[in-house]
């Protein structure tokens, strides 16, 4: 299922996680209106979706961090 959301347009990324959800999963819009199409008609209709629940970020930033070989 992860890979048929990352092959959505709008799809930034797709983390599989545990606890509550099994997905994070960061999308990109132009507007609210362009978010709720994107999560009510496509992200929703894929076959095996259940519960979405909708959080906005307003700011990004990024840690010293890089990833692990």
Do not use: N
Not at 43 to 53: D, F, K, N, P, V
Request: aromatic share 8%.
């Amino acid at each position: 299922m992860a890979q048929e959301i990352c092959e959505l347009s709008f799809v930034k990324s797709c983390h599989i996680v545990t606890g509550q959800w099994d997905f994070i999963i960061q999308v990109v819009s132009k507007d609210m209106e362009d978010l709720g199409d994107a999560i009510l008609d496509r992200l929703s209709g894929i076959e095996g979706m259940g519960h979405t629940r909708t959080m906005v970020s307003f700011y990004d930033y990024e840690g010293p961090a890089v990833a692990l070989s």
